[in-house]
């Protein structure tokens, strides 16, 4: 009884997090058109995507009953948030959209997912510790990896324009910079708000290099409009309430594994929908990218059950 009493939420917590990542990672997509079909610029998303995001999340926030204005009361907590917002959360939504306005989308979520890689070999250096065998099997994988996606295995020349490569790169630093963080954050503030002020944090420093209202050389019309909303509202503010939301029916190690659904959905809407090549070779390499996130996560879960288990002794 009690096992079909846990079925339903387990489920609703996988359809949850699956969606919420095909949600991101389609929205890649829809952002590939707005650049190369509709003339948008990746400055004039990036702001209008962080304004609306940020402002409705702080307004549910406030509907849950938090209190997302005490977080300016703690001058640690204050410093922290300008840090996670202009630097994290601005350097990851800016440098995700420039490289799939110079690129792919498809290319630039699998460079973006690469930060796992530089999250741990940051941490082994700042602890000095040697990294065990199966984070350098990650490593080994992401190099496999990246070589083949921007190469499709022949040396003759890049199949993913350099600059895309070179802002793919600092799209998955930004994201490793993004989660550590917002860890201190995380510990005494919900998810919720830290991100909702993030993004506002973010999006307001942005409006000083780009100007919101600038767009008299976009092409709009009403699918243009319907794409910015995928973008803005599927692919940022209900994608995310889906990832946090799943959490409470799965462990935080599944919903991370889940979420790989994110560059295979970007990848699979890239090829069907805008005809990007993508090469045998390619798609090994971004599956090799995605084993390597899987390799980390189990290697993280191993390691905090070790650390539990030590604790209980």
Request: charged share 10%; hydrophobic share 55%; aromatic share 12%.
């Amino acid at each position: 009884m009690e096992l079909a009493h846990k079925m339903p939420n387990r489920v609703k917590g996988l359809m949850m997090v699956i969606s919420g990542a095909a949600f991101w990672g389609l929205s890649g997509t829809a952002a590939q058109v707005l650049f190369q079909e509709k003339h948008i610029t990746a400055e004039w998303l990036v702001v209008l995507r962080m304004m609306v995001t940020g402002i409705s999340l702080l307004l549910v926030s406030i509907i849950k009953g938090m209190t997302p204005f005490a977080i300016w009361k703690d001058k640690k907590g204050c410093m922290d948030l300008l840090i996670f917002g202009i630097i994290g959360m601005l350097g990851v939504q800016y440098t995700y959209f420039a490289a799939i306005e110079t690129g792919n989308a498809a290319t630039a979520t699998l460079l973006q997912y690469l930060a796992p890689i530089y999250i741990v070999l940051y941490s082994s250096a700042k602890e000095r510790t040697n990294p065990s065998k199966e984070i350098w099997l990650a490593v080994l994988f992401a190099l496999a990896g990246t070589f083949l996606l921007i190469t499709n295995g022949s040396t003759n020349g890049l199949k993913v324009s350099f600059i895309s490569i070179i802002w793919g790169v600092l799209s998955g630093i930004a994201l490793a910079f993004y989660t550590l963080s917002s860890a201190r954050l995380l510990k005494r503030w919900h998810s919720i708000i830290v991100v909702g002020w993030g993004m506002l944090i973010g999006g307001t420093c942005m409006t000083f290099f780009t100007f919101p209202f600038e767009h008299s050389q976009f092409v709009w019309g009403l699918d243009t409009l319907l794409l910015i909303l995928f973008v803005i509202l599927f692919g940022t503010l209900f994608a995310f309430l889906l990832f946090v939301e799943s959490i409470r029916h799965l462990s935080p190690t599944e919903s991370s594994l889940l979420s790989s659904v994110e560059p295979l959905s970007a990848v699979i809407a890239s090829i069907a929908f805008l005809n990007v090549s993508f090469g045998v070779f390619q798609a090994i390499g971004g599956i090799c990218i995605i084993f390597t996130v899987l390799i980390l996560s189990i290697k993280k879960e191993r390691m905090k059950d070790e650390h539990m288990m030590e604790k209980s002794s």
